[in-house]
């Protein structure tokens, strides 16, 4: 079974893959980049991976849900989903894939720059979190994790702090995987 | 002392059938449990554990009932949010434990799942031996 949905962005995000795929395969080969969603074996620990990426504007990401044993999300943090803070940016629309089972997958295409933080909802407070940056991202740097809680949204748990990795990091490397 | 008597065996009677016990045996069990599977979005046999049954009412601690592929229980598992382990003021009392016979019991730490979105702790009372936990490994 392999059930696949995909997300457009609306204001600001966009586009359903198309023409400009061809154009914007930056990582590697894949023009599509896939982020696994991933479990060991007793349900202790759920990650990631990789946990931060950096693509181009106009290519696609795709999660793909390889835990066997649980279900995972990716959901932005947005004061839509569940009141969390608003960690991308704010002409981009939120997405949530809601819960993914084992061998489900959810796309989005990303078109506009800037940083982007999300997490799974069952496990965001065991640090399931991750990053995306796209393009150049320019202006004031992200608002820090640690930073107190916007109004009228959710703090951002201890766990899920401590995860994300640096934008300084994933500008740098592309490509950061859980340590 | 009669009328005591009377009154004793009324509340009794009256309270016999709840405390009939459910058939848990075989899966499915008998009175308010729901396979987990259908009340959540979660695969319906879990690695480790099994296919899971809970009454709705008992989240999220449970007792959930674990059964193997052929439907026989291998165990009881109580699920703790580790939020309130740490809360001096959080109990969990009398959790039910109609599985019978505990030949021992594994505890341990997760991180969470739909139904029960939060780290928590797994206590597992198996009704089987240590090898038979192999009867809901993975495949
Ligand atoms: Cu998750």
């Known amino acids: ?20 795929y061809g154009r914007a395969a930056a990582q590697g080969a894949s023009p599509q980049i896939e982020i696994r969603m991933q479990g060991n074996a007793d349900g202790s620990q ?22 066997p044993g649980n279900a995972h999300t990716s959901t932005a943090y947005h004061p839509q989903n569940d009141a969390h803070s608003l960690r991308i940016p704010e002409r981009a629309a939120p997405w949530n894939s809601d819960y993914l089972l084992p061998q489900e997958s959810f796309s989005v295409t990303f078109t506009l720059e800037g940083i982007y933080d999300y997490f799974c909802l069952p496990h965001e407070h065991a640090g399931m979190v991750g990053r995306i940056v796209v393009g150049q991202p320019s202006g004031p740097p992200a608002k820090g994790v640690a930073s107190p809680a916007q ?22 490397r592309g490509i950061v995987r859980r340590t | 002392m009669f009328l005591r008597f009377v009154a004793a065996a009324a509340i009794a009677a009256f309270t016999m059938p709840a405390l009939a016990a459910d058939q848990v045996e075989k899966a499915p069990p008998t009175g308010s449990y729901k396979k987990v599977s259908e009340l959540v979005k979660l695969p319906d046999f879990l690695p480790g554990l099994g296919q899971l049954y809970v009454d709705p009412k008992t989240l999220p601690a449970g007792p959930f009932l674990a059964y193997d592929r052929d439907g026989r229980l291998v165990s009881t598992v109580y699920m703790l949010p580790i939020e309130d382990l740490a809360n001096k003021d959080k109990r969990f009392d009398n959790l039910a434990a ?18 029960v979105e939060k780290p928590h702790a797994h206590v597992v009372l198996w009704h089987v031996s240590k090898t038979d936990e192999a009867r809901v490994a993975a495949k």
């Open chain 2, 98 to 115: 109609p599985g019978g016979k505990v030949d021992h019991v594994d505890v341990y730490y997760n991180a969470g799942h739909p139904g």
């Open chain 1, 151 to 172: 109004p009228g949204t959710e703090p951002i748990p201890e766990a899920a702090v401590r995860a994300f990795p640096s934008v300084d990091e994933i500008m740098q």
């Open chain 1, 46 to 67: 759920v990650w990631f991976d990789p946990i931060g990426i950096r693509i181009r504007p106009g290519q696609t990401i795709r999660w793909i849900n390889l835990d």
């Open chain 1, 1 to 20: 079974m392999m059930l696949s949905r995909r997300h457009i962005l609306g204001i600001g995000g966009v586009l359903l893959a198309s023409p400009l």
